[in-house]
C-alpha cells in the first residue's frame, strides 16, 4: 500500500522544468530595463528636486540677511573680508572636471552646511537682518553618490554679469558645465542638472 502512494506521485519532468526556467528568463529580460529605466528616472527627479531646494535654501538667505552666503565670517561682511568662491555638500565624493570647463571645485570653498544648515560662518541671528535657519532639514550627496555645488563667487560685490546656479555633476560624475557663463548665454553641460539662482 505505501509502495502505490509512492509510485502515484510525480514530479516535473525535464520539459517542464525548461518551460518554466524559460518563462522566468524572459520575463527578467522584459522587466529588468524596465526597472532600471524607473531607477534613473527616479535618480533624475531625486537630484532636480534637491537643487532647487538648495537653490531655494540659498534665496531664503538672501532675504532674510540681505546678503548671500558667501562669507567666512558672518560678522564681516564687506568686500574686502574673506569670501568664498564655492559652496559644497558635505556628503558625497568629489565630482570630476570635465577637461576645458571653468568649473574650480578644489579651492577656496566652503559647505552648504556650515553656510545653511549650522551657521558656522557665525552670522548673526537677532536684529532686522538675521540668519533664520537651519534653511534645509539635510543636504545629501547626489543620487549617484557626489557632491552638490553652487558657484558663489558671483554673488560676491563687484562681480555681476555671470550665472550662479547649483549643480549636480548627473550620472556620469563629471561637471560638464562651464562656472563662468554670462547670464544671457547660460547652457548646462552634458548630463549635469543644474538650477539657476541668478
Given at each position: 500500500?505505501?509502495?502505490?502512494?509512492?509510485?502515484?506521485k510525480?514530479?516535473?519532468?525535464l520539459i517542464?522544468?525548461?518551460?518554466i526556467?524559460?518563462?522566468?528568463?524572459?520575463?527578467a529580460?522584459?522587466?529588468?530595463p524596465?526597472?532600471?529605466?524607473y531607477?534613473?528616472?527616479?535618480?533624475?527627479?531625486?537630484?532636480?528636486?534637491?537643487?532647487k531646494?538648495?537653490?531655494?535654501a540659498?534665496?531664503?538667505?538672501?532675504?532674510?540677511?540681505?546678503?548671500?552666503?558667501?562669507?567666512?565670517?558672518?560678522?564681516?561682511?564687506?568686500?574686502?573680508d574673506d569670501?568664498?568662491?564655492?559652496l559644497?555638500?558635505?556628503?558625497g565624493?568629489?565630482?570630476?572636471?570635465?577637461?576645458?570647463?571653468?568649473?574650480?571645485?578644489?579651492?577656496?570653498?566652503?559647505?552648504?552646511?556650515?553656510?545653511?544648515l549650522?551657521?558656522?560662518?557665525?552670522?548673526?541671528?537677532?536684529?532686522?537682518?538675521?540668519?533664520?535657519?537651519?534653511?534645509?532639514?539635510?543636504?545629501?550627496?547626489?543620487?549617484?553618490?557626489?557632491?552638490?555645488?553652487?558657484?558663489?563667487?558671483?554673488?560676491q560685490?563687484?562681480?555681476?554679469?555671470?550665472a550662479?546656479?547649483?549643480?549636480?555633476?548627473?550620472?556620469n560624475?563629471?561637471?560638464?558645465t562651464d562656472?563662468?557663463?554670462t547670464v544671457?548665454?547660460?547652457?548646462?553641460?552634458?548630463?549635469?542638472?543644474?538650477?539657476?539662482?541668478?
Open positions: 500500500m505505501r509502495m502505490m502512494r509512492l509510485r502515484n510525480k514530479g516535473f519532468t517542464e522544468v525548461v518551460v526556467l524559460a518563462v522566468i528568463g524572459i520575463l529580460a522584459v522587466l529588468t524596465m526597472l532600471t529605466s531607477i534613473d528616472d527616479a535618480r533624475q527627479t531625486r537630484a532636480e528636486s534637491d537643487v531646494a538648495i537653490g531655494a540659498i534665496s531664503a538667505f538672501n532675504k532674510d540677511m540681505r546678503t548671500w552666503p558667501i562669507w567666512a565670517s558672518g560678522t564681516a561682511t564687506k568686500a574686502t569670501k568664498y568662491d564655492v559644497y555638500s558635505e556628503a565624493d568629489d565630482a570630476a572636471v570635465a577637461s576645458g570647463k571653468t568649473f574650480d571645485t578644489s579651492t577656496n570653498g566652503d559647505s552648504l552646511e556650515d553656510q545653511l549650522t551657521n558656522d560662518p557665525g552670522y548673526p541671528t537677532s536684529g532686522k537682518r538675521k540668519w533664520r535657519g537651519p534653511y534645509l532639514e539635510s543636504i545629501n550627496s547626489d543620487p549617484w553618490g557626489n557632491k552638490y555645488y553652487v558657484n558663489v563667487k558671483y554673488l560685490p563687484g562681480q555681476s554679469g555671470y550662479v546656479f547649483v549643480l549636480s555633476a548627473g550620472p560624475g563629471t561637471i560638464d562656472a563662468e557663463q544671457t548665454g547660460f547652457t548646462a553641460g552634458g548630463d549635469d542638472i543644474v538650477y539657476r539662482i541668478k
